[in-house]
């Protein structure tokens, strides 16, 4: 593969290192968009790991960029809320009259409860009723790809093969199924012209949109006896069954964007990496049992999500920095990720690496990501049905990556099967 971010990253490194920090926003979803936020993180993990963001589209913000420091807030819910009313768990506030709860936006006790209610969906023995359903589906979207022909492995591998599960998991009409991907990306999306939503009026229409289609099937499942789909056991749990309309579409839209961003982006991530690390694509044809371990290190070097945030709740410190009550603390994954301190040679993309489950990607602490292990069922079967398929797949130009500092992901991956 033709690398041409070679040149842009050098003029990064350069831009990242000439600024003073006070003026560093690494939030920028500039940076990510173009793939030139690395350095930055590079030079705050070593000058400043716990850094004031003092001007930014996001208002003020402290950046966490350690991986150590992380664990500490993360697994701190005491002292660093979650709560929506406190603007949530990204870095853009929602306005205060859309801010709406989630159980990923919550603190316990409700988060436990909530949680608990769809958290069997992903349980041992669902995940081996659903591993020959997602096996059957892979191979057959494998299997109707063109060969010889430029085309957007985006498009027709990651978004189908996600989309098909996110359809099950919510037992939803399976012809509409790139409805929940739109909304998925609407959900997550910053309005600006010419973006998939103008401006925040329009996202909101396309939510309460969502909100409707979903409140339709609560209404025909409520009154049926209780089913394995989210939608039912919402339904049917004293812990979910009452939810304001808000937190309805709150926790719809958590369980899509989780279902959905993590495993999509990790599913285009891990052909990219491939195709930059050859080597390790040698050693994965050589050695197809090695593909347990690449899943986990897929997950880190791509960091599905770049970031989490939090809200201090009272005063306090990170790393022997005073951080007052009220705060917004931003966790970045993507920085934690590629920590020399902790992490051997990070940069390196590694198949057989030591210890691939050393990474941020799903969270720590009460908030770790529930759908974690379906995430790395998808990727180790759609990697195993690839190596019985296709010897090579050759990314032939620089993916368009997403503009967001939140979602670390990909719109296009134009990619070649080689017969």
């Given at each position: 593969?033709?690398?041409g971010?070679?040149?842009l990253?050098?003029q990064?490194?350069?831009?990242?290192?000439?600024l003073p920090l006070?003026?560093?926003?690494p939030?920028?979803?500039?940076?990510?968009r173009?793939?030139?936020?690395?350095?930055?993180f590079?030079?705050?993990?070593a000058?400043?790991?716990?850094?004031w963001?003092k001007e930014?589209?996001f208002?003020?913000?402290?950046?966490?960029?350690?991986?150590?420091?992380?664990?500490?807030?993360?697994t701190?819910?005491?002292?660093?809320?979650?709560?929506?009313a406190?603007g949530?768990?990204?870095?853009?506030?929602?306005?205060p009259?859309?801010?709406r709860?989630?159980?990923?936006?919550?603190?316990?006790?409700?988060?436990?409860v909530q949680?608990?209610t769809?958290?069997?969906?992903?349980?041992?023995?669902?995940?081996?009723?659903?591993?020959?359903i997602?096996r059957?589906?892979?191979?057959?979207?494998?299997?109707?790809?063109?060969?010889?022909?430029?085309?957007?492995?985006?498009d027709?591998?990651?978004i189908?093969?996600?989309?098909?599960?996110?359809?099950?998991?919510?037992?939803?009409p399976?012809?509409?199924r790139?409805?929940?991907?739109?909304?998925?990306?609407?959900?997550?999306?910053?309005?600006?012209?010419?973006?998939l939503?103008e401006?925040?009026?329009?996202?909101q229409?396309?939510l309460?949109?969502?909100l409707?289609?979903f409140?339709d099937?609560?209404?025909?499942r409520?009154?049926?006896p209780p089913?394995?789909?989210?939608?039912?056991?919402?339904?049917?749990?004293?812990?979910?069954?009452?939810?304001?309309?808000?937190?309805?579409?709150?926790?719809?839209?958590?369980?899509i964007?989780g279902g959905?961003?993590?495993?999509?982006n990790?599913i285009?991530?891990?052909?990219y990496?491939?195709?930059k690390f050859?080597?390790?694509?040698?050693k994965?044809?050589?050695n197809p049992?090695?593909?347990?371990?690449?899943?986990?290190?897929?997950?880190r070097?791509?960091?599905?999500l770049?970031?989490?945030?939090?809200?201090?709740?009272?005063d306090t410190?990170?790393?022997?920095?005073?951080i007052a009550k009220g705060?917004?603390?931003?966790?970045w994954?993507v920085s934690?990720?590629r920590?020399?301190?902790v992490?051997?040679?990070p940069?390196?993309?590694?198949?057989?690496r030591?210890?691939?489950?050393?990474?941020?990607?799903?969270?720590?602490g009460?908030?770790?990501c529930?759908?974690n292990?379906?995430?790395?069922?998808q990727?180790k079967?759609?990697?195993?049905e690839?190596?019985?398929?296709?010897?090579?797949?050759?990314?032939?130009?620089?993916p368009?990556?997403?503009?967001?500092?939140?979602?670390k992901?990909?719109?296009?991956?134009?990619v070649?099967?080689?017969a």
């Amino acid at each position: 593969m033709a690398d041409g971010a070679s040149g842009l990253g050098d003029q990064a490194r350069a831009e990242a290192y000439a600024l003073p920090l006070e003026d560093l926003n690494p939030g920028d979803p500039e940076l990510f968009r173009t793939d030139t936020h690395w350095p930055y993180f590079e030079r705050l993990r070593a000058e400043a790991p716990v850094h004031w963001c003092k001007e930014s589209e996001f208002g003020s913000y402290w950046s966490v960029t350690r991986y150590n420091d992380i664990m500490s807030v993360d697994t701190n819910h005491q002292v660093f809320s979650s709560g929506a009313a406190l603007g949530g768990i990204t870095i853009r506030d929602a306005r205060p009259d859309l801010r709406r709860p989630s159980f990923i936006a919550m603190d316990p006790p409700k988060h436990d409860v909530q949680r608990k209610t769809v958290s069997p969906i992903v349980a041992p023995a669902n995940l081996a009723v659903m591993e020959p359903i997602i096996r059957e589906r892979a191979g057959r979207i494998l299997d109707e790809l063109p060969v010889g022909e430029v085309f957007n492995w985006v498009d027709r591998v990651s978004i189908e093969l996600t989309t098909q599960m996110l359809a099950t998991l919510f037992d939803f009409p399976f012809e509409e199924r790139r409805r929940l991907t739109h909304w998925s990306d609407v959900a997550t999306c910053l309005p600006m012209p010419g973006a998939l939503c103008e401006t925040e009026d329009a996202r909101q229409a396309e939510l309460m949109e969502c909100l409707a289609v979903f409140t339709d099937l609560w209404n025909q499942r409520v009154n049926k006896p209780p089913a394995g789909d989210l939608v039912s056991m919402m339904a049917h749990s004293d812990a979910t069954r009452d939810m304001t309309p808000d937190e309805y579409l709150g926790n719809i839209i958590l369980l899509i964007v989780g279902g959905n961003d993590t495993t999509r982006n990790s599913i285009s991530g891990g052909l990219y990496a491939l195709n930059k690390f050859p080597a390790e694509y040698d050693k994965l044809r050589a050695n197809p049992g090695l593909i347990p371990n690449m899943v986990p290190e897929i997950i880190r070097w791509q960091t599905p999500l770049a970031h989490m945030r939090r809200t201090a709740l009272v005063d306090t410190e990170i790393a022997g920095q005073p951080i007052a009550k009220g705060d917004k603390v931003v966790m970045w994954y993507v920085s934690g990720n590629r920590d020399e301190a902790v992490i051997e040679n990070p940069e390196a993309f590694r198949i057989d690496r030591e210890r691939p489950r050393q990474h941020l990607s799903f969270g720590f602490g009460i908030h770790r990501c529930v759908g974690n292990r379906l995430a790395e069922l998808q990727l180790k079967i759609v990697w195993e049905e690839i190596l019985k398929r296709f010897r090579h797949i050759e990314v032939v130009a620089e993916p368009k990556r997403v503009r967001s500092s939140f979602v670390k992901g990909y719109e296009e991956l134009p990619v070649v099967i080689h017969a």
